[in-house]
């Protein structure tokens, strides 16, 4: 079946460093992936998508490159700020009608100042 | 922006109690979902619903889940009987059709604590 792979965290950087999440994922056919971000006590808000081989997605300073050959969704930004701490999730849903997210496992982001 | 809306934010409920669990997923989207979230966990997927009837469903939404949606506008999620392992969050979702209709969008949570 479907399933989607996250770095283990918690990452933990200092203001203004470089940011990489690194996501990879198992599906049959060409999925949809995304990243969704869950901040301390909130729900889940996607962040960036895309939607086939190649395309970039990118959102507030972070982009993702879907990666067919490599079946990978890295999540970046270059400069991380506090207000960027949460957990970030990678996920994917294939074709179809009622297809469902799979989601991986989640990596929580810990920004200092 | 259109937004999925849920309905208790935060309800505790005794063991083997009945709750309900409400959502207005977004207007004119058509495919509807419960995930649900124990406390620092894994995103779950519990089930999808489509033209009235449940399209998927996974382990978890054993006989105890049911999900209905009694109106044009509601989709509800219901534990007949909770047990302390069903305390967790749980998100509603939609996504409609057509060229966006692969990205699903999720409600804030309704946190369920089971004492």
């Known amino acids: 079946g479907d399933s989607v792979t996250q770095m283990e965290g918690p990452v933990t950087l200092s203001e203004e460093a470089f940011l990489t999440i690194n996501c990879t994922y198992t599906a049959t056919g060409y999925p949809s992936l995304f990243w969704y971000v869950q901040y301390p006590g909130e729900g889940l808000q996607l962040l960036l998508k895309a939607t086939k081989a190649d395309d970039k997605g990118s959102n507030k300073g972070f982009e993702a490159t879907y990666r067919k050959e490599t079946t990978s969704f890295h999540l970046e930004k270059g400069s991380v700020q506090v207000s960027d701490s949460a957990v970030y999730f990678c996920?994917?849903?294939?074709?179809?009608?009622?297809?469902?997210?799979?989601f991986g496992t989640g990596t929580r982001l810990q920004v200092t100042l | 922006e259109p937004e999925v809306t849920q309905t208790p934010s935060h309800q505790v409920t005794q063991m083997g109690q009945e709750v309900i669990l409400r959502c207005v997923p977004i207007?004119?989207?058509?495919?509807f979902y419960w995930y649900r979230q124990i406390l620092g966990q894994k995103v779950e997927f519990l089930v999808s619903?489509?033209?009235?009837?449940?399209?998927?469903k996974s382990e978890i939404f054993d006989d105890q889940f049911s999900v209905e949606r009694p109106d044009g506008s509601n989709f509800t999620l219901k534990i007949r009987s909770t047990k302390l392992e069903d305390s967790a969050m749980y998100f509603c979702?939609?996504?409609?059709?057509?060229?966006?209709?692969?990205?699903?969008?999720f409600g804030e949570g309704s946190w369920l604590t089971v004492v």
């Open positions: 619903f489509y033209n009235n009837e449940i399209s998927e």
């Open positions: 979702a939609s996504r409609g059709q057509g060229a966006y209709g692969n990205t699903i969008y």
């Open positions: 996920a994917l849903i294939r074709g179809g009608t009622a297809s469902k997210l799979t």
């Open positions: 207007s004119n989207h058509l495919y």
